[in-house]
């Protein structure tokens, strides 16, 4: 059986499943050409991220489909329940890119509370001639230790976040439609661990008493946060989305930025990708990445060994 990585796969993935027997293609195929390569080819499965989208002509027009892989967690680029009602398999790795999330989203909390996203970009321009304006514009930084983090979206990322949250001192509040709380493990490296019962409340409470918000939730179809939920929220609040673009209202969030409201933004997702509005791009109070959550080494190794052990699962348990 063929399968087609359209957006990559890690080594590891790529020899779990050629030991098992399949051939791997990890070919770049145009969205517009992915169905006519699949017939063509005879493809089983077909292995995504966030940049192929797997949608109902692609479904309709390709028979040999038995599996559509995610790796990641979310899935809002798959018509999933049309496929699978079709009879294909949709699988995803919603544990395997949980940390690599959650460490990008405290590298944008750390960047916004000593301005690193504005000194890394005026440094090199004025460090030379302007040092000492420069100290006195980032001298008024301040500590995670101690404030409250509320985290929208409890799942596995919200959970890993929350891990680290709770071992640098933070308290940690959360919101989840589907949640009502949960046990937060904290392991240590000695093997020592504590456990955190986190009980979730109404989104509208995070509004009003965090100090930071980060968002982890799927695709809304809308905007979760606009200028009513934006002026709801604490004076010099910090957001941070590394979830889905078009969550946050950007014309409201670069309103609020510029009137302080909000003190600072971490973004690695955007409304318009790939090309993000250039006001967006340009605010000296946005601390920027393109879409990288889950992008370390160790997410995707932990990726393709997952896919590779669901899909060999299928297809094997499929022809016994």
């Known amino acids: 059986m063929k399968i087609l990585a359209n957006d990559g796969i890690s080594k590891s993935g790529i020899i779990a499943l050629e030991d098992a027997g399949f051939e791997v293609i990890t070919t770049k195929v145009a969205q517009e050409q992915v169905a006519n390569y699949i017939n063509n080819n005879e493809i089983s499965v077909i292995l995504v991220r966030s940049a192929t989208q797997v949608r109902k002509d692609i479904i309709d027009n390709c028979p040999s489909l038995k599996i559509i892989g995610r790796g990641g967690v979310g899935m809002d680029n798959i018509d999933v329940e049309y496929a699978r009602e079709k009879g294909i398999h949709v699988i995803n790795t919603p544990a395997a890119s949980s940390d690599s999330v959650a460490e990008l989203v405290f590298a944008h909390l750390f960047s916004g509370v000593r301005f690193l996203y504005d000194s890394n970009r005026l440094m090199p321009l004025e460090g030379d001639s302007n040092f000492n304006s420069l100290k006195k514009s980032y001298a008024a930084g301040t500590e995670l230790k101690g404030k409250t983090l509320g985290i929208i979206g409890f799942g596995k990322i919200g959970k890993s976040v929350a891990r680290i949250a709770l071992g ?34 109404p989104i509208e409470d995070i509004f009003k008493h965090a100090d930071f918000i980060t968002l ?36 409201a969030l670069v309103d609020a930025l510029d009137s302080g409201k909000v003190a600072f933004a971490g973004l690695d997702v955007f409304e318009e990708e790939p090309k993000p509005a250039i006001q967006v791009l340009m605010n000296p109070k946005i601390s920027l990445t393109p879409h ?18 669901q899909i060999i699962s299928i297809l094997k348990t499929a022809n016994s």
Do not use: C, W
Request: aromatic share 4%; glycine share 14%; charged share 25%.
């Open 216 to 251: 982890h939730v799927p695709a809304q179809g809308g905007h979760l946060i606009g200028k009513a939920e934006l002026e709801s929220m604490k004076d010099g609040v910090g957001i941070i989305n590394a979830s889905r673009g078009g969550i946050i209202d950007e014309v």
């Open 168 to 201: 640098l001192g933070m308290k940690v509040i959360a919101s989840d439609k589907f949640i009502g709380n949960a046990e937060i493990r904290v392991d240590f490296y000695n093997g020592q661990f504590i456990n955190v019962e986190i009980i979730t409340e």
């Open 292 to 309: 990288i959550g889950a992008a370390t080494l160790e997410a995707q190794d932990r990726i393709g060994t997952e896919l590779a052990e």
